[in-house]
């Protein structure tokens, strides 16, 4: 089936620092990416939509500035988290859906704990 | 923001049992899904049904919606401990980019 690659799967950083993670679809080219971010026992959240050569579409609630969102080619999109706090930690997770339509797929997400 | 919700929020069961969890939603829909996540993993997408379906089954799963009551279950017959998991239904809303709004998950534990 297809892949989707997240790194990195955990990161540990200093409040204040940015992080970035990628979302990369292996074998398959994608307009589309969805980020997404799961706290403890909860549910995923969605963050926004990440376009191929436009800008997101945040959910509301999100602050852009915070979350920087670029999709820069058909197979990679990276969500930087800005100065971050220790309250921006949580499981962020990307999907990707094929530019040919069909399911979504989900990377195996990326654990950002900010001390 | 979150489309449903779930319950109950968590099951215990033994192995062998059924397990029902039931989810509802609140908007018009294109498609439900359900999908499992084991313990700080991804999702794995186990089945889909439309909108315009009642019943589905896929092996040991079977999925109802009912868009009346917008409302689906997902029934796992004869469990394992391997089904020991979070499962989260998911809808796709019209005219939203194909994103999935998640409910808010069932944590099922399966004793052996």
């Known amino acids: 089936g297809a892949v989707v690659s997240q790194h990195p799967s955990w990161v540990i950083c200093k409040s204040g620092t940015s992080v970035k993670i990628e979302c990369r679809s292996l074998?398959?080219?994608?307009?589309?990416m969805f980020w997404y971010r799961q706290f403890p026992k909860q549910s995923l959240m969605l963050m926004a939509t990440?376009?191929?050569?436009?800008?997101?579409?945040?959910e509301q609630g999100v602050e852009k500035d915070k979350f920087l969102i670029n999709h820069a080619s058909l197979t990679l999109s990276t969500l930087t988290v800005t100065s971050a706090h220790p309250e921006d930690s949580s499981f962020y997770i990307c999907?990707?859906?094929?530019?040919?339509?069909?399911?979504?797929?989900f990377g195996e997400g990326s654990r950002l704990t900010v001390l | 923001s979150q489309q449903g919700e779930e319950d109950p929020q968590a099951l215990s069961i033994q192995e062998g049992e059924n397990a029902t969890m039931n989810c509802s939603y609140k908007?018009?829909?294109?498609?439900l899904q359900w999908y499992r996540q084991n313990s700080g993993r991804g999702l794995v997408h186990l089945i889909l049904i439309r909108s315009n379906e009642r019943e589905k089954h896929s092996g040991r799963l079977r999925v109802t919606l009912d868009t009346s009551k917008k409302s689906s279950s997902l029934l796992i017959t004869a469990s394992r401990a391997a089904d020991t998991a979070s499962y989260f239904c998911a809808t796709r809303v019209y005219g939203g980019y194909n994103k999935l709004i998640f409910g808010a998950g069932t944590r099922l534990a399966v004793h052996p």
């Open positions: 999907s990707a859906i094929p530019q040919a339509g069909g399911e979504l797929f």
């Open positions: 990440s376009n191929e050569g436009s800008k997101a579409t945040y």
């Open positions: 908007t018009s829909i294109n498609n």
């Open positions: 074998d398959f080219q994608a307009t589309t």
